[in-house]
């Protein structure tokens, strides 16, 4: 796997920005913004998911509301974080935080389509459901952040 990692690393991509001053800092800019979007997206769903917001909107009118949200910044996280990745593939192959944010991500993303979406939806999800459904959802995606927040400290 590490030779995959140093190909990637060295297509014309990584090393533009690698050797471009500011290419990688505007990039991780944008990157930013994607995971501010995110995080407010998932937050505004799971926190009605748990009863702690927009109590006058159904769940399913948040989850629709915050779905075009949702999507557009995992479009704008994906098209930045590669380019990001390719980058410093190397480095990114022995950080610890890179594959917890990577396998987080995928929890995240599976458990958001397989699960989350489909409790808020639901209209006659019990309580104790769709509380639990939040409360997961949130930590799953707050490792994602944390863990991506740690890659550039470690």
Same mark, same amino acid.
């Given at each position: 796997?590490?030779?995959?990692?140093?190909?990637?690393?060295?297509?014309?991509?990584?090393?533009?920005?690698?050797?471009?001053?500011?290419?990688?800092?505007?990039?991780?800019?944008?990157?930013?913004?994607?995971?501010?979007?995110?995080? #407010?997206?998932?937050?505004?769903?799971?926190? /009605?998911?748990?009863?702690?917001?927009?109590?006058? +909107?159904? *769940?399913? &009118?948040?989850?629709?509301?915050?779905?075009?949200?949702?999507?557009?910044?995992?479009?704008?996280?994906?098209?930045?974080?590669?380019?990001?990745?390719?980058?410093?593939?190397?480095?990114?192959?022995?950080?610890?935080?890179?594959?917890?944010?990577?396998?987080?991500?995928?929890?995240?993303?599976?458990?958001?389509? #397989?699960?989350?979406?489909?409790?808020?939806? /639901?209209?006659?999800?019990?309580?104790?459901?769709? +509380?639990? *459904?939040? &409360?997961?959802?949130?930590?799953?995606?707050?490792?994602?952040?944390?863990?991506?927040?740690?890659?550039?400290?470690?």
């Amino acid at each position: 796997m590490f030779e995959t990692f140093d190909r990637l690393e060295q297509t014309w991509i990584g090393q533009t920005i690698r050797e471009s001053l500011w290419l990688f800092p505007g990039i991780e800019a944008v990157h930013l913004l994607g995971l501010a979007m995110l995080g #407010g997206s998932v937050l505004v769903v799971d926190l /009605r998911l748990l009863g702690a917001g927009l109590t006058r +909107a159904t *769940v399913p &009118a948040v989850l629709s509301s915050a779905r075009p949200w949702f999507l557009g910044s995992l479009v704008l996280m994906f098209s930045t974080g590669i380019p990001l990745f390719l980058s410093e593939a190397i480095k990114c192959y022995y950080n610890t935080s890179f594959w917890v944010k990577m396998c987080a991500l995928a929890i995240g993303i599976v458990f958001t389509f #397989g699960v989350r979406n489909r409790i808020a939806m /639901r209209r006659d999800a019990p309580r104790w459901a769709t +509380a639990l *459904v939040g &409360a997961i959802s949130l930590m799953v995606w707050f490792t994602v952040a944390a863990a991506g927040r740690w890659i550039g400290f470690s």
